[in-house]
């Protein structure tokens, strides 16, 4: 069975500091995954996606993640936090054979002036 | 280009009731799933329909049920409904189902309040 599990429900960090919040798999098979953001009151906006062309895969709003199949990991990161960053991330698996995504329980990060 | 589009934003129910919660797709998708977020927790699969069928089913009580319409538009059906049903309650639109990763767009969802 394929899960997701997000370390930290919680991330706060400095305007202007690295934003890093992490994202682990479990998957049989090599998946597709993807980092959404929901900001409050809204649904969900794709950030990016992981479809195996590329390791390192860049997203809107400066993010990016990097697939790390030894890791199972998929930590998505941002070099400078800007206090529109603030919402809840939720990171999703999806297994190639498969027509339903898995998501994380999600992580909250709050970006401190 | 119009996305996703949901109806109602918001509701409240009593215990017991029905609901019918609706859902339009981003243009040129054909396929829609639901999902059910509870506060404080990310989405959970309720199912998908593709060609007006049901595809693929999460763990959900035979209580929710669904149609997709020809024009792809789908709903989503509460019968007696419980506390626990109190969620946002998503829509996602995609193109041909999920089995080569196509991205899934969501609407802004309906918010149930079950009283």
């Known amino acids: 069975a394929q899960s997701v599990t997000q370390l930290g429900s919680h991330v706060s960090v400095s305007e202007g500091a690295l934003v890093l919040l992490r994202c682990n798999y479990s998957?049989?098979?090599?998946?597709?995954l993807f980092w959404y953001v929901q900001y409050p009151n809204q649904g969900l906006q794709l950030l990016l996606k992981?479809?195996?062309?590329?390791?390192l895969v860049k997203g809107i709003n400066g993010f990016e993640a990097e697939f790390k199949k030894s890791e199972t990991s998929f930590h998505l990161t941002k070099p400078s936090a800007h206090m529109s960053d603030a919402a809840e991330y939720f990171c999703a698996v999806l297994r190639s054979s498969a027509s339903k995504i898995i998501f994380g329980s999600g992580t909250r990060l709050s970006i401190r002036p | 280009d119009a996305g996703v589009t949901q109806s109602p934003t918001h509701l409240i129910k009593t215990r017991g009731q029905q609901v019918t919660l609706r859902c339009s797709p981003k243009?040129?998708?054909?396929?829609v799933s639901w999902y059910q977020q509870a506060l404080g927790q990310g989405p959970q699969f309720i199912f998908q329909?593709?060609?007006?069928?049901?595809?693929q089913r999460g763990n959900f009580p035979d209580r929710f049920s669904g149609h997709q319409f020809p024009n792809y538009s789908s709903e989503l059906n509460v019968n007696a409904l419980l506390l626990g049903d109190s969620a946002l309650y998503l829509c996602?639109?995609?193109?041909?189902?999920?089995?080569?990763?196509?991205?899934?767009?969501f609407g802004p969802g309906t918010r149930l309040l079950v009283l």
């Open positions: 996602a639109s995609s193109l041909e189902g999920l089995a080569g990763g196509e991205t899934q767009y």
């Open positions: 243009s040129g998708h054909d396929t």
């Open positions: 992981y479809t195996s062309a590329a390791t």
């Open positions: 329909y593709y060609e007006e069928e049901e595809r």
């Open positions: 998957s049989s098979v090599p998946p597709y």
